[in-house]
């Protein structure tokens, strides 16, 4: 049985202006885990940085199976007030990466 391919693995890192622990970090948080419902998205994962060779704190990631699914979730109005209202205004420091799988590799 072969693993599902997908063609977009959208990442972000990131560092909130947020106290650690505070009530404003648990409510972006939650904010955050609602751009799962956007149609498209899959493995939708929020999770704790652990690393002391990155200051970011948070990661955020998913995956679409194709390519226009992605640029419909970037377009999407719940996408787009999300980072206008909160991430925009929230975010200390960000990194974002969006990786395609290699075709060149053997399976």
């Known amino acids: 049985?072969?693993?599902?391919?997908?063609?977009?693995e959208h990442t972000v890192t990131f560092r909130l202006l947020h106290s650690q622990?505070?009530?404003?970090?648990?409510?972006?948080l939650n904010a955050a885990s609602e751009l799962t419902a956007i149609p498209g998205v899959q493995?939708?994962?929020?999770?704790?940085?652990?690393?002391?060779k990155n200051?970011?704190?948070?990661g955020i990631s998913m995956q679409f199976e194709?390519?226009?699914?992605?640029?419909?979730?970037?377009?999407h109005p719940a996408h787009v007030d999300f980072?206008?209202?909160r991430w925009l205004t929230e975010v200390a420091e960000f990194q974002e990466a969006d990786f395609e799988p290699l075709t060149t590799l053997k399976q």
């Open 21 to 28: 622990g505070s009530p404003e970090e648990a409510d972006f």
């Open 1 to 8: 049985m072969t693993a599902k391919t997908f063609a977009i």
């Open 66 to 75: 194709t390519h226009r699914e992605y640029l419909a979730y970037c377009e």
């Open 43 to 52: 493995h939708f994962q929020i999770r704790r940085q652990s690393s002391s």
């Open 83 to 85: 980072v206008q209202q």
């Open 55 to 58: 200051p970011h704190t948070f």
